[in-house]
């Protein structure tokens, strides 16, 4: 997951006053500090940079306009979330492609030496250890492919990009127990394929 | 890998590991007692973690591979389009109460100038037709002359003429 960019302690609720009294400069903030993370979050349902590079542009942009709209009290992340999640339901509407969230999701990094290498821990670099870790992150990724679209997004929400729970409902619209009933099937249907290949 | 850990009976499964690494939901589970003994297991559970992370870059695409630069120049173009749409709008809310003040304000002013020229009407018609006795109010006659002037204001508000015999034109 990448990191939130800045400093947390700035004060987000001055800077929304700031910028509903029309500085836009101070918005400046939430575009460096959740740019990254929007757009890998608006990935996770499109699938194609390039959209979710527009998903993340558009959902700053809305998030402008209609500052005078946030309600103080709840997290400007997850409302800017939520904006950002409705923008690419509304895509893949447009588009036909509701399809999305029943079909296989397409694996970009299949290709040999394609995973980040040094995800794997720096601390023993043997070639045993670097197979051993190969071997998981193949049987990972696996058992990854066997969720369906919308497990994966939600596994992905939570996991990869370690929103809570309550953040995931919030930005999703689905309640909670929705959410967890999508997460524990998911980790059921991973350790049951990892059960596989182990026997 | 596996023929380190298996033929124990002991050793924690891939599934085991899996699940310490990604918990399903809430809190993590608390670690096995085997961890702590077994340094192979122990090895194959950061190596379950370190591979979540792998998976969480590859399910990320090629966003994954960019560049903090790239990153940078994404962020400026958002900052750039959001300079280019001037200020944010007012809020609906306050727009919505705005609205809501105003509509009530339009309803009450609608209804006292209905409740107030439905009995003028009246009154002034009766004005008309009897005319009250001197002496019968106790009102002073600048009193009076005010009230008149109301009533005939009220008369015309209420869609009366001035040349129909009502005596207005007479008293304008």
Same mark, same amino acid.
């Given at each position: ?22 500085? &836009? ?30 998903? &993340?542009?558009? =959902? ?28 690419? +339901?509304?895509?893949? +509407? *447009? ?19 394609? !995973?980040? $290498? !040094? ?18 992150? !193949? ?8 969720? =369906? ?38 980790? *059921? +249907? ?10 | ?23 399903? &939901?809430?809190?993590?589970? &608390? ?37 903090? $630069? $790239? ?8 900052? $750039? %389009?959001?300079? *280019? ?18 509509? =009530? ?24 037709? /009897? ?8 009102? /002073?006659? %600048? ?7 109301? *009533? ?17 034109? =007479?008293?304008?």
């Amino acid at each position: 997951m990448i990191p939130r960019e800045t400093d947390s302690d700035m004060d987000e609720a001055d800077l929304i006053r700031q910028v509903r009294n029309g500085n &836009a400069d101070a918005f400046e903030h939430f575009v460096r500090t959740y740019q990254r993370r929007l757009t890998r979050i608006a990935y996770r349902f499109l699938r194609d940079a390039a959209e979710a590079d527009c998903a &993340a542009q558009e =959902s700053f942009l809305r998030a402008y306009q209609n500052i005078g709209d946030f309600r103080e009290g709840s997290t400007f992340e997850t409302w800017l979330t939520r904006i950002c999640i409705n923008w690419c +339901k509304d895509r893949l +509407k *447009r588009r036909r492609r509701v399809v999305f969230f029943h079909e296989a999701p397409v694996r970009e990094s299949d290709e040999e030496g394609d !995973e980040p $290498e !040094e995800r794997a821990p720096a601390s023993d670099p043997s070639p045993e250890r670097r197979a051993m870790g190969r071997e998981i992150r !193949e049987r990972l990724a696996l058992a990854l492919d066997s969720l =369906s679209p919308r497990q994966r997004v939600v596994f992905g929400l939570k996991h990869f990009e370690e929103m809570s729970i309550p953040e995931i409902a919030a930005s999703t619209g689905l309640d909670e127990g929705t959410i967890k009933s999508h997460l524990f099937r998911a980790a *059921r +249907k991973i350790r049951e394929r990892l059960a596989e290949f182990q026997s | 890998m596996d023929e380190e850990r298996k033929g124990t009976g002991t050793h924690l499964s891939d599934a085991e590991l899996f699940a310490l690494a990604a918990p399903a &939901a809430g809190e993590p589970e &608390a670690l096995p007692a085997h961890l702590s003994l077994c340094r192979d297991c122990a090895r194959a559970l950061r190596e379950w973690k370190a591979a979540m992370a792998a998976a969480g870059e590859a399910d990320a695409g090629e966003l994954a591979r960019r560049s903090p $630069e $790239e990153w940078r120049a994404r962020e400026d173009e958002t900052l $750039e %389009a959001i300079r *280019r749409a001037g200020r944010p709008r007012h809020s609906v809310r306050a727009w919505r109460w705005g609205f809501a003040a105003a509509a =009530s304000l339009l309803l009450a002013v609608l209804a006292l100038t209905v409740h107030r020229a439905a009995p003028s009407a009246v009154t002034t018609a009766a004005a008309h037709a /009897t005319p009250a006795p001197a002496g019968a109010s106790d009102m /002073t006659p %600048a009193d009076e002359a005010d009230d008149r002037l109301l *009533r005939d204001a009220s008369y015309l508000a209420g869609g009366g003429d001035v040349d129909s015999g009502s005596g207005l034109e =007479s008293r304008l």
